[in-house]
């Protein structure tokens, strides 16, 4: 995969190694899991991070111009991909092909954002959350959860999960999931939002289950949290 200019050809024969590795009992559990327009093939995700990493030693650029958006395993590449590359433009890009909660999660996982760079990136993230579609809207805030957790940004990030209208399944858990991180972080600035704010019912109370079921919270705050649900 280290190839220094993509050409049709090498796209091809990119494909034929990517169907090589099909495996139809793991594409018909992850079909279970994952609802997406890309045809699902059935590579799990290391494999996929370990061609990315091979494809990223060469022109990564030149690879992403052939690329296409048929097979969900190379949507999910190219995503690893760009995160690493961290260009602005292919980043809004990608978010556009986003259609479901994994390849967000994997992207956003892969993108880390320098502290040089966190109050550059949270004008877009603060976009993204801001948009109408549950994907866009999604990346935003797992990219919140993986590199905003300090005490400086969490009001930040809790003025913003306040404001959101869109009311999308996928969306909401990862706000529940965020608050439950935030807890994890910084117990006492969330205990105050989970006092006031004007979340849902749903975002309010999975957020409180999500932060009960971790083994990082007493049997005493459990119990505590109790009071909070709506």
């Excluded at 022109?59 to 760009?82: C, P, R, T, W």
């Excluded at 260009?87 to 502290?115: G, M, P, R, Y």
């Excluded at 999308?168 to 600035?189: F, P, R, T, V």
Aim: hydrophobic share 40%.
């Amino acid at each position: 995969m280290q190839i220094l200019k993509w050409s049709k050809e090498e796209y091809q024969k990119f494909l034929t190694y990517l169907l090589s590795l099909a495996n139809d009992e793991y594409r018909l559990f992850h079909t279970k899991l994952v609802k997406t327009k890309y045809k699902i093939l059935g590579i799990n995700v290391p494999k996929q991070r370990l061609i990315a990493k091979e494809i990223l030693k060469g022109n990564a650029k030149s690879f992403l111009k052939f690329s296409q958006d048929i097979y969900y395993e190379e949507v999910n590449i190219k995503g690893f991909i760009i995160a690493n590359l961290k260009d602005e433009n292919l980043i809004d890009d990608f978010v556009l092909k986003i259609d479901n909660w994994a390849i967000c999660d994997n992207f956003c996982s892969s993108l880390k954002i320098e502290e040089s760079n966190l109050d550059k990136y949270f004008k877009k993230i603060t976009q993204y959350v801001n948009e109408k579609d549950e994907f866009i809207a999604r990346v935003g805030i797992v990219l919140l959860l993986n590199n905003y957790l300090t005490k400086d940004y969490l009001p930040k990030i809790f003025k913003l999960i306040n404001n959101i209208t869109l009311d999308k399944y996928y969306l909401n858990m990862a706000i529940a999931w965020l608050i439950s991180e935030c807890y994890i972080k910084e117990k006492e600035l969330t205990i105050l939002f989970l006092q006031d704010n004007k979340l849902s019912n749903f975002i309010q109370n999975k957020a409180i289950a999500k932060i009960k079921d971790s083994y990082r919270v007493s049997k005493e705050e459990k119990m505590m949290l109790q009071c909070y649900s709506k």
